[in-house]
């Protein structure tokens, strides 16, 4: 089902069957942006809220021409940002104690044949793992398709430094991809 102006028109009236029509066809689309700027479903299915709200507020304002799956997806992306941005030092407090060895220590060798196929799930992942800011910018740079100088404003911090956590983004991907290929080559052997 695809989203009809006649839908629109009816959540604008605050009309809950409407609401609830718009709210179960935007999370299919929009749901897996709140999951490249959250580590975990919870904190994504509040940020899908939080956003989902402030789409609603806007549409009122809006009319009928308008772009709804490109508008919804800016307003969604922007509200990651802000949710991002006020919980900026907050998330700068908090440090993992675990260092690599210890997380290789813990953690659970199996392997089957889905991960052997490294997909667009797999490298979700490794994005999560980057440090918070480093990871925003490098799903804001990579994905959404931000300048530095988009990205430098929205994070309030200089155009350098969006290049140096997208270049440091790179460099960390880089380093466990391939240690994941070294791991799967001496699985095979």
Known sequence: MDITPEILEACKCDDRKAINVLYEHCF???MPVCFRYNNN???????????????LKGLKKT????????????IMVNSLIDDYRKNKRY?????????EKALDYYSVGTTNEAESNFGY????????????????VF??????GYSHKEIAEQ????????????????????EKLEKLEDFNKRLVI
């Open 28 to 30: 299919k689309f929009l």
């Open 41 to 55: 479903e919870e904190d994504a299915r509040a940020a899908y809220n939080n956003g989902f709200m402030k789409i």
């Open 63 to 74: 009319d009928s021409d308008l772009n709804f799956y490109g508008w919804a997806k800016r």
């Open 91 to 99: 998330n700068e407090q908090i440090t993992k104690s675990d260092d």
């Open 121 to 136: 799930e797999n490298i979700l992942m490794l994005i999560k793992e980057l440090p918070a800011t480093t990871g925003i």
């Open 139 to 144: 799903n804001m740079y990579v994905i959404e």
């Open 155 to 174: 994070l309030e911090m200089s155009e350098g430094t969006s290049k140096w956590h997208l270049s440091t983004a790179r460099k960390l991907l880089r």
